[in-house]
């Protein structure tokens, strides 16, 4: 059973340019959660999604984030016009269905490393 | 709001030694889940250890023990024989167990283990 794959690893873009962030989810895993690292920090939630529904989303940046995950598809984390102070790891966790949301049950991603010039 | 504190930046220990990382946390819940978490240099997540609150007896993993000190809100992982390979980042967490945000990690700073051969 593979695990939870994220890609890319690694990201770079420029100030203004757009990054998509992919999480698959393992096998069977219907709720997916997005936490981020900013350097010399642990990590920190952003949002929390099941199939084509935004869960709790109370830990995302208002503005430029945005999450999705589709019913077909992996889960895409979207920053829009990145700037410097998006440069972080950005990790996606999963979890099974059984017995609801779970942290006892999340499996994580390796990570996508984000830099941003 | 509950926070996550180590107080210990860095540590280092000699291999085959025995060493304990400090956490403690703030929390108006009496049911929740405690973790501790290793990153190594691949940056990968890796769960060592879990506690659930309601449990008197500390739970242990191999040579990864805890010391749950539940009045005190103390958490504490002690590596018994410790490995080139435990060098890493490892990062205490918090996660309230039932209720509204049961499936959020709340995480500490990280304390960076260092072995020495």
């Known amino acids: 059973n593979a695990g939870v794959m994220q890609n890319p690893r690694h990201l770079v873009r420029r100030r203004g340019q757009e990054a998509r962030l992919r999480c698959s989810p393992m096998k069977g895993h219907s709720h997916v959660y997005w936490y981020r690292q900013l350097p010399e920090e642990g990590l920190k939630f952003m949002v929390y999604l099941q199939k084509e529904n935004i869960i709790d989303e109370s830990g995302m940046p208002k503005e430029r984030f945005s999450a999705e995950f589709p019913k077909e598809g992996p889960s895409i984390l979207r920053i829009q016009q990145v700037v410097r102070g998006d440069s972080a790891a950005y990790f996606c966790?999963?979890?099974?269905?059984?017995?609801?949301?779970?942290?006892?049950?999340?499996?994580f991603g390796p990570g996508t490393r984000l830099t941003v010039l | 709001a509950q926070t996550v504190t180590q107080s210990q930046p860095e540590m280092s220990v000699q291999e085959a030694e025995t060493v304990t990382l400090s956490c403690t946390y703030d929390t108006s819940e009496s049911d929740y889940y405690l973790f501790w978490y290793k990153q190594p240099p691949s940056r990968q997540m890796i769960l060592v250890i879990r506690q659930e609150a309601y449990k008197q007896q500390n739970a242990t993993e191999n040579r990864f023990s805890v010391n749950f000190q539940k009045a005190a809100k103390s958490f504490s992982l002690k590596i018994s024989d410790s490995q080139l390979g435990d060098a890493a980042m490892y990062f205490c967490?918090?996660?309230?167990?039932?209720?509204?945000?049961?499936?959020?990690?709340?995480f500490g700073k990280g304390t960076l283990l260092t072995v020495n051969p």
């Open positions: 966790a999963s979890s099974p269905p059984r017995a609801g949301p779970r942290t006892d049950t999340q499996y």
């Open positions: 967490a918090y996660s309230a167990r039932s209720g509204g945000s049961n499936y959020k990690l709340t």
